[in-house]
């Protein structure tokens, strides 16, 4: 079988120690397609090195809201550049977080830094990156904590790329989806999810239209809960336990288990999400037009 993860960060240093013995373990479990999201400027690199080596990664490129406060006078112009220089390139991780708002919690991911981003700035940042990937329609991926009002409002008055949008991992409300799939939007599906404490989120999942479900692991960041069979870590230089990017794997099982499909059938389908993350990428096809 060939599955796609919608998206992850096979780039993280985090990961680093584990790429080269990971990356034969992925080949042979069959996940030969993966969007890998930059967050920052100085990461962008590494995902396009990677996207150079690996004909089966495409590679996203974006200032993720945590990062915003950290970005050069420059970033748009580098970011601009890789866009129209590579027409398999997509736009994210982009997006909102209002979490990061109460200093303790932003400090905990970022001790060296001198605060969080603003939701002002991370508004500005977004609209321009949305703005960008509608110009060359890019696909975007979009990270929302506990923004949503912001969220609905910015993708109702902008301009969006015609081949859609990812909202990756969503944790909206569920009266949102219909308004969001109107909009050409994507959801994907992450193991995080499969915790009792996230029952209204996989009700959402439950009941989206199987052409706009992606899966999706955020490795090395979302672990799913380790106490469902055949989910695996990967142990992190300082002996935290990270998210491996095989869990897509029994992801695709549990996402098929919860919407009453058969594996097989989910599988297919995944075959044909992963179809969508090419046509999102690489292939420069455009998802409306089937
Ligand atoms: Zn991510």
Redesign the pocket.
């Known amino acids: 079988m060939r599955l796609c993860d919608a ?1 992850l ?1 096979l780039q993280d240093p985090r990961l680093a120690p584990w790429l080269e013995s990971g990356l034969a373990e992925l080949a042979a479990l069959g996940i030969d397609g993966a969007v890998v ?1 930059g967050t920052h400027e100085a990461d962008w690199n590494d995902v396009a090195n990677l996207a150079a080596r690996l004909t089966w990664v495409v590679p996203s490129y974006g200032l993720h809201p945590w990062q915003v406060g950290k970005r050069s006078d420059g970033w748009l112009r580098d970011l601009k550049h890789r866009i129209k220089s590579d027409p398999a390139a997509a736009v994210g ?1 982009v997006g909102l977080d209002r979490s990061i708002l109460t200093p303790s919690t932003f400090h905990g991911n970022h001790p060296a830094s001198p605060g969080p981003p603003s939701m002002v700035d991370q508004i500005d940042v977004l609209r321009v990156q949305l703005a960008l990937a509608a110009e060359h329609n890019r696909a975007a991926s979009i ?1 929302c904590v506990r923004a949503w009002a912001e969220m609905k409002s910015i993708l109702a008055t902008s301009l969006l790329p015609p081949r859609g949008v990812l909202l ?1 991992a969503y944790s909206g409300p569920a009266a949102l989806v219909s308004a969001l799939l109107d909009k050409g939007a994507y959801f994907s599906f992450n193991g995080y999810f499969l915790r009792p404490r996230f029952q209204e989120r996989l009700k959402v999942f439950a009941a989206l239209p199987s052409d706009r479900i992606l899966v999706e692991t ?1 490795a090395p ?1 979302l672990a799913p809960p380790d106490t469902l069979a055949g989910f695996r870590s990967v142990e992190s230089t300082s002996g935290r336990t990270l998210n491996h990017p095989a869990n897509l794997l029994p992801t695709v099982r549990e996402l098929a288990a919860l919407r009453r499909v058969s594996v097989l059938r989910q599988l297919l389908e995944a075959i044909l999400q992963r179809l969508g993350v090419r046509l999102l990428g690489r292939h420069g096809l455009d998802l409306h037009a089937r």
Request: charged share 25%; net charge negative; aromatic share 0%.
């Open positions: 998206h960060h999201n991780e990270h990756h955020d960041s």
